[in-house]
C-alpha cells in the first residue's frame, strides 16, 4: 500500500507492507519531496498528479495500492453516541439518518464514512438493563463519523487519474495521526491528549479521551 499526503509545501510518500502478524503493518520506504513553489496550484488535480507520477517514476516507486490523505479542513468529524447494534447495516443507516441531520452541507453533496471507536461490554449493558438506569455514555457505542464533500472526492480522484494511479481511499489526517499515536504510544489509552499538527497554512487540533478521538 502506497499512502500519499500533499499540501502546498511536501508531498509525503509512505509504502507499508503487511506484516506477518494479522493485523499489522510493516514500513517500508518514507519519502518527503518539496513541492515546486508557491505557485503550485493544488486546485489543478492535472497539474498536480502529472507532478505526482514524475516524482514517484524519479524514486523507482511502484505504487500498487493508493491511498491519499484529505485535508482536515475539508472534513466534517464529529463523534455520536448511539445504540450499540450488531447489524452493520442498521449501524451504517442510523449513521447516515444522525448525520444528515447535522452536516453543513446537503447529504446527497456528502460522502459518509465511519468507525465505531467503542462498546459498551456485555457486563455494562447486563448492569445497565438491572438497575434499570436510563442510557449513559457507558451504554451507547461511540462512534466517529467522516463526511467530505463529494466534489473533494472528485478532485483526489482526479489527481490520482492524473498521475496513472487508481485511489483506493482516501484517508483522514486526523484518523491517521490518531492511529499513529495509538501504535506509538499504546499507554495513552486512560489519558486525555491534545494532538496539534502545525503546518505552514494551517494547523489541526484533535483530541483524545480514554483513547478514543472525539
Keep these: 500500500v502506497t499512502a500519499l499526503d500533499i499540501d502546498q509545501r511536501m508531498l509525503r ?6 506484516g506477518k502478524t494479522p493485523g499489522s503493518t510493516r514500513v ?16 489543478n488535480p492535472q497539474k498536480v498528479g502529472e507532478w505526482i507520477a514524475r516524482q514517484l517514476k524519479s524514486l523507482h516507486i511502484s505504487p500498487g495500492t493508493v491511498v491519499m490523505a484529505a485535508r ?3 472534513a466534517v468529524l464529529k463523534e455520536l453516541l448511539l445504540p450499540p447494534l450488531k447489524d452493520a447495516g442498521e449501524m451504517a443507516s442510523m449513521v447516515h439518518m444522525r448525520a444528515a441531520r447535522e452536516l453543513p452541507f446537503p447529504e446527497k453533496d456528502a460522502v459518509i464514512d ?33 463526511a467530505v464533500r463529494r466534489e473533494t472526492v472528485n478532485h483526489y480522484q482526479a489527481i490520482a487519474e492524473a498521475a496513472g494511479l487508481t485511489l483506493t481511499g482516501l484517508a483522514l489526517r486526523p484518523l491517521a495521526s490518531f492511529r ?3 501504535a506509538c504510544v499504546p499507554e495513552i489509552n486512560g489519558d486525555a491528549v491534545a494532538l496539534i499538527s502545525v503546518r505552514r497554512h494551517e494547523v489541526d487540533v ?8 472525539v
Design 13 to 18: 510518500v509512505v509504502q507499508v507492507a503487511t
Design 28 to 43: 517500508k520506504r518514507v519519502e518527503v519531496i518539496p513541492v515546486p513553489g508557491e505557485e503550485f496550484d493544488l486546485a
Design 72 to 74: 482536515r479542513g475539508e
Design 114 to 146: 465511519f468507525t465505531v471507536t467503542k462498546v459498551p461490554t456485555k457486563k455494562e449493558l447486563q448492569s445497565a438493563k438491572k438497575e434499570a438506569i436510563p442510557a449513559t455514555p457507558d451504554t451507547k457505542a461511540h462512534v466517529v463519523v467522516a
Design 180 to 182: 499513529a499515536l495509538k
Design 206 to 213: 484533535d483530541i483524545l479521551i480514554d483513547g478514543r478521538l
